[in-house]
Protein backbone atom coordinates (compact mmCIF):
# COMPACT_ATOMS: atom_id res chain seq x y z
CA UNK A 1 0.00 0.00 0.00
CA UNK A 2 1.28 3.62 -1.00
CA UNK A 3 1.55 5.93 1.70
CA UNK A 4 1.19 9.49 1.00
CA UNK A 5 2.00 12.33 3.67
CA UNK A 6 1.15 15.62 3.09
CA UNK A 7 1.97 19.13 4.11
CA UNK A 8 1.47 22.74 4.27
CA UNK A 9 -2.24 23.58 4.82
CA UNK A 10 -3.24 26.54 7.15
CA UNK A 11 -4.85 29.70 7.73
CA UNK A 12 -4.28 32.35 5.05
CA UNK A 13 -6.57 35.53 4.13
CA UNK A 14 -8.19 35.81 0.79
CA UNK A 15 -5.93 36.32 -1.81
CA UNK A 16 -3.23 35.01 -0.22
CA UNK A 17 -1.35 31.82 -1.05
CA UNK A 18 -0.21 28.47 0.63
CA UNK A 19 1.85 25.54 -1.21
CA UNK A 20 0.97 21.64 -0.53
CA UNK A 21 3.28 18.88 -0.73
CA UNK A 22 2.59 15.40 -0.93
CA UNK A 23 5.05 13.14 -0.49
CA UNK A 24 4.73 8.87 -2.19
CA UNK A 25 6.77 6.09 0.18
CA UNK A 26 6.37 2.41 -0.06
CA UNK A 27 6.03 2.40 -3.96
CA UNK A 28 5.93 -1.14 -5.39
CA UNK A 29 4.87 -0.47 -8.71
CA UNK A 30 5.13 2.96 -10.29
CA UNK A 31 2.07 5.33 -9.42
CA UNK A 32 0.63 7.12 -13.15
CA UNK A 33 -1.19 9.66 -11.87
CA UNK A 34 -1.39 12.21 -9.06
CA UNK A 35 -3.66 14.36 -7.42
CA UNK A 36 -5.16 16.81 -4.94
CA UNK A 37 -8.95 16.63 -4.07
CA UNK A 38 -10.82 19.01 -1.41
CA UNK A 39 -13.94 18.26 0.83
CA UNK A 40 -15.74 21.04 2.16
CA UNK A 41 -18.45 20.74 5.18
CA UNK A 42 -21.52 19.12 3.49
CA UNK A 43 -20.01 18.67 0.14
CA UNK A 44 -18.63 15.73 -1.81
CA UNK A 45 -14.44 15.61 -2.58
CA UNK A 46 -14.01 16.94 -5.57
CA UNK A 47 -11.08 17.24 -8.29
CA UNK A 48 -8.75 19.97 -7.51
CA UNK A 49 -5.88 19.40 -10.08
CA UNK A 50 -3.75 16.40 -10.79
CA UNK A 51 -0.95 15.33 -12.98
CA UNK A 52 0.16 12.03 -14.81
CA UNK A 53 3.92 11.05 -14.72
CA UNK A 54 4.68 12.77 -18.08
CA UNK A 55 3.26 16.13 -17.34
CA UNK A 56 0.01 16.36 -18.51
CA UNK A 57 -2.26 17.95 -16.20
CA UNK A 58 -6.13 18.78 -15.18
CA UNK A 59 -7.75 21.43 -13.17
CA UNK A 60 -11.14 22.29 -11.91
CA UNK A 61 -12.33 24.95 -13.70
CA UNK A 62 -12.90 27.07 -10.27
CA UNK A 63 -9.14 26.41 -9.87
CA UNK A 64 -7.70 27.23 -12.93
CA UNK A 65 -5.36 30.19 -13.35
CA UNK A 66 -4.88 30.44 -9.60
CA UNK A 67 -4.06 27.21 -8.57
CA UNK A 68 -0.36 25.33 -10.02
CA UNK A 69 -0.16 21.53 -9.85
CA UNK A 70 3.20 20.15 -10.05
CA UNK A 71 5.49 16.83 -9.85
CA UNK A 72 9.00 15.80 -9.24
CA UNK A 73 9.07 12.12 -10.02
CA UNK A 74 12.56 10.84 -8.41
CA UNK A 75 11.35 11.84 -5.34
CA UNK A 76 7.65 10.97 -5.81
CA UNK A 77 6.30 14.17 -4.65
CA UNK A 78 3.36 16.55 -5.91
CA UNK A 79 2.72 19.97 -5.34
CA UNK A 80 -0.08 22.06 -5.39
CA UNK A 81 0.73 26.11 -6.13
CA UNK A 82 -2.27 27.44 -4.52
CA UNK A 83 -2.47 31.50 -5.44
CA UNK A 84 -4.79 34.22 -4.96
CA UNK A 85 -7.01 32.21 -2.36
CA UNK A 86 -10.42 32.47 -1.64
CA UNK A 87 -13.04 31.72 1.03
CA UNK A 88 -14.30 29.35 -0.93
CA UNK A 89 -11.42 27.42 -1.03
CA UNK A 90 -11.77 26.14 2.61
CA UNK A 91 -11.65 23.04 2.72
CA UNK A 92 -9.94 19.34 3.55
CA UNK A 93 -7.29 18.49 0.93
CA UNK A 94 -6.43 14.80 0.04
CA UNK A 95 -3.38 13.63 -2.15
CA UNK A 96 -4.41 10.37 -4.59
CA UNK A 97 -1.89 8.49 -6.29
CA UNK A 98 -3.10 5.90 -8.43
CA UNK A 99 -1.81 3.31 -10.94
CA UNK A 100 -4.32 2.80 -14.19
CA UNK A 101 -2.54 0.16 -15.39
CA UNK A 102 -2.34 -3.62 -13.48
CA UNK A 103 -1.72 -4.20 -10.93
CA UNK A 104 -4.50 -1.30 -10.43
CA UNK A 105 -4.30 0.75 -7.11
CA UNK A 106 -5.25 3.80 -5.73
CA UNK A 107 -3.96 5.49 -2.25
CA UNK A 108 -5.26 8.47 -0.29
CA UNK A 109 -3.66 10.67 2.29
CA UNK A 110 -4.98 11.72 5.83
CA UNK A 111 -5.31 15.05 4.44
CA UNK A 112 -4.87 18.71 5.51
CA UNK A 113 -7.30 21.64 6.72
CA UNK A 114 -6.73 24.56 4.25
CA UNK A 115 -8.62 27.67 5.55
CA UNK A 116 -9.55 30.73 3.86
CA UNK A 117 -10.34 33.88 6.09
CA UNK A 118 -12.47 36.53 4.70
Known amino acids: QVQLVESGGGLVQAGGSLRLSCAAS????????MGWYRQAPGKQRELVARITTRGITNYADSVKGRFTISRDNAKNTVYLQMNSLKPEDTAVYYC????????????WGQGTQVTVSS
Open 96 to 107: NAARDIPPRYES
Open 26 to 33: RIIFSINV
